[in-house]
């Protein structure tokens, strides 16, 4: 196996992508309680229920949600391939350690 360098350097290079895929799935997620709030305040009706599925049908409520479906998807991406790289560096950790007992059993 390749010396785990270039997973080092794989997760120092993705963990500010995968913090600003994470940090804008979040921002997300909070715009899409204020669009909720701004959608009902709109809305001609004066009973809540009506209000809510008002601005849940909203276009700009359902532009919203595409948007939030691919913030999670890119942090996803990104938190998975951390989570591979991870897993390279103790795959070689493992490799060493064989091969060390190896020669050690042979001397």
Do not use: N
């Amino acid at each position: 196996m390749e010396h785990p360098s270039k997973a080092i350097q794989y997760i120092i290079d993705t963990a500010p992508l995968y913090a600003q895929a994470k940090a804008h799935r979040v921002y997300l997620e909070e715009a899409r309680k204020s669009k909720k709030a701004q959608l009902m305040k709109s809305c001609q009706e004066t009973v809540l229920g009506k209000q809510e599925i008002y601005a849940y049908s909203h276009p700009d409520y359902e532009t919203l949600l595409k948007g939030l479906e691919t913030a999670v998807e890119q942090e996803e991406k990104y938190r998975w391939m951390l989570i591979a790289a991870q897993a390279r560096i103790e795959i070689f950790k493992v490799e060493q350690y064989t091969a060390r007992a190896e020669l050690r059993a042979g001397a």
